[in-house]
Structure formats: structure tokens, C-alpha cells
């Protein structure tokens, strides 16, 4: 079945939106675009005590201010708690998943498996023996899946992946203590219901993508393909955050930057450009290309923001 191309922005009002994530909203942006694709917004804003007041009018405000466009009304996450129920609903229903009680301190104590590095321990399975109707008479418990197997896949940019998941974490959790959907269960059940068939998202959320492979599998969902694209650092080469001065877009915003700059150098830095100079969103569909975006990460230093203005 070919399904017709749709990719998404999916930015988290739990603070502003900086370079980094500009870049990859671009590369998702402009990789739909130029296959005559719509695209699907969503405000992931289930993590309700990290999000930040009005974070989300802001990312909207960003979106549009570089240019880049959706198509229908963007899509609340946590509106859609009905919806995340009724998957969770089927997996019990499934017995893919099974309630578990066990606390961070319990699992980090239990857990002497080795595990990748950057991921959470890998839980020992001390919940695994139950059933999902056992939650009944439980309190304070999550949902975890049964992971079955690792499914390989082929990621847009970066070809084959293989990812062991019981190396990188084992059952994962798809429902949260508090009675609350997890970002792995609310993001497969939100892309496939907006019709996404490709995800466009930083390299830091490569191993979720068995993780999430394996919900789509269980709920019956078709996969999209997704493309994993490497993280603007800073000069102190960490991942850009809040800690790095001048980066966000709506600081840049009110400095009077303009959104052709901001364009300018990050489509030099993906190669689609020989040198930095203005240009719109919209002059770059044509000009879009998986192959020149560097493998490594993108390097920002405080010559380009000083460039900007
Ligand atoms: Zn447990």
C-alpha cells in the first residue's frame, strides 16, 4: 500500500526552542515538502509538570517565523489521552504488557546486566511473571512491554541499525505511574493516527525506535520510516540546551535576526548551500538533499550567531 508522504514537527513545550532544534524541524520540514508531502504538527506536551508556560504558543510562533508550515490544526498530545488508553487497552488485551511495581532504586539495585551506555539499566524482569490482569489490587504501578525481539531496521540517513534492545534497557515502560500515557506509547499512537510515514528526529532518539517499531507491530499500525539526523553542539561540544547564551529562536527573534539568516546557516551547514547567505524555507524545497547533510555533528560557534545579525 503506498500511503501518500506525510512527515511531522513535534516540538515539547517544556522550554524553548533553540538551533538545534530548528535544524531538525528544517530537515523534516523541507524532506516532506519536496516529495509534495504534507505536514502534521504536534505539541508533545505529556510530560504536564515539565512543561513550561507559554512554551507552546512560542514553538508555534518559531515554526512560523522560519517558515515552516503544517497542514490542519495541530494536534495536542495530551487531549489525546483517550486514544493512548484504548492502545494500551489492546496491548493488555494482547497480554504484551503486564503492570510492574518496581521503583528506579529497585531496578538499579537488581540490575547487574551489562547495558549501553546512555541508557537506563536494563530491567531485570522481577514484574514479568504477571499478567495483566494482576493489576487489579496493585497500586503505583507502570506498564511495561514485553520486549520480544529487536527489530532491525533502515534509518533514512544512517542504513541499518541493529539495536539489542535487552542491552539497551529490556520491558520498557508505555504507561506511567499516575496512571499517565509515556512518550513511547503516545508517539506511535499519535503518528499513526496523524498518517505519518516518515520521522524526521535527532540521533539522541535512535534507540527508541525498535522500542516504538515494536508497539506499531502489536497495534497493527504501519511502520513509517524514520531518519535519525545528528545534534547541533556547542563550542563546549555539548548537545545545544538553555545553557548555551543566544541560541534561541525567539531570542534571536527579538534581536531582529531575520529567518532567511537563520535558514542561510543551516542550510550551509547540510550542504545544500556553498556558502551562508539569506534564503526562505520555500527556496530550499528544490534545493534538498539526504546526501549532503554531514554525518557528524553540527558544531555552533559564536561567530555564526554573531554572523546572524
Ligand atoms: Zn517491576
Redesign the pocket.
Known amino acids: 500500500m503506498n500511503r501518500s508522504p506525510c512527515g511531522r514537527l513535534a516540538p515539547s513545550p517544556t522550554g524553548a526552542q533553540h538551533l538545534g532544534n530548528a535544524r531538525t524541524y528544517l530537515i523534516a520540514w523541507l524532506s516532506a515538502r519536496s516529495q509534495g508531502g504534507s505536514v502534521s504538527l504536534r505539541i508533545e506536551d505529556i510530560d504536564i509538570g515539565r512543561n513550561k508556560p507559554g512554551a507552546t504558543e512560542q514553538a508555534i510562533r518559531d515554526l512560523q517565523w522560519l517558515g515552516l508550515d503544517w497542514d490542519g490544526e495541530p494536534v495536542i498530545q495530551s487531549e489525546r489521552y483517550p486514544e493512548h488508553l484504548a492502545a494500551l487497552e489492546e496491548l493488555k488485551r494482547l497480554e504484551l504488557v503486564y503492570p ?3 521503583t528506579r532504586a ?2 538499579a539495585l537488581a540490575a547487574s546486566a551489562p547495558h549501553l551506555e546512555h541508557e537506563s539499566p536494563t ?1 531485570p ?4 511473571h504477571r499478567r495483566a490482569a494482576d493489576a487489579e489490587g496493585l497500586k503505583d ?2 506498564w ?1 512491554l514485553r520486549v520480544t525481539d529487536s527489530p532491525a531496521f533502515t534509518d533514512r540517513f544512517l542504513g541499518e541499525q541493529h539495536i539489542d534492545l535487552q542491552l539497551a534497557g529490556g520491558d520498557f515502560i508505555v504507561w506511567r505511574v499516575g496512571n499517565l500515557p509515556a512518550y513511547q506509547l503516545a508517539v506511535v499512537v499519535d503518528d499513526a493516527a496523524a498518517g505519518v510515514t516518515e520521522i524526521v528526529r535527532g540521533d539522541d532518539l535512535l534507540s527508541s525506535t525498535p522500542r516504538q517499531l515494536l508497539i506499531y507491530r502489536a497495534l497493527g499500525y504501519p511502520a513509517p520510516q524514520f531518519a535519525h539526523v545528528p545534534l547541533v553542539h556547542g563550542e563546549d561540544d555539548r548537545r545545544l540546551a538553555k545553557r548555551h547564551n543566544g541560541t534561541r529562536v525567539s531570542d534571536l527573534r527579538a534581536e531582529g535576526v531575520k529567518p532567511e539568516a537563520v535558514l542561510g546557516l543551516l542550510a550551509r551547514s547540510c550542504g545544500w548551500i556553498d556558502e551562508v547567505r539569506p534564503i526562505t524555507a520555500e527556496e530550499l524545497v528544490p534545493m534538498f538533499r539526504w546526501e549532503t547533510i554531514p554525518r557528524e555533528k553540527f558544531t555552533l560557534t559564536r561567530e555564526m550567531l554573531n554572523d546572524l545579525v
Open positions: 510492574c511495581t518496581c529497585d531496578i530491567y524482569g522481577t514484574c514479568s504501578f507502570s511495561r
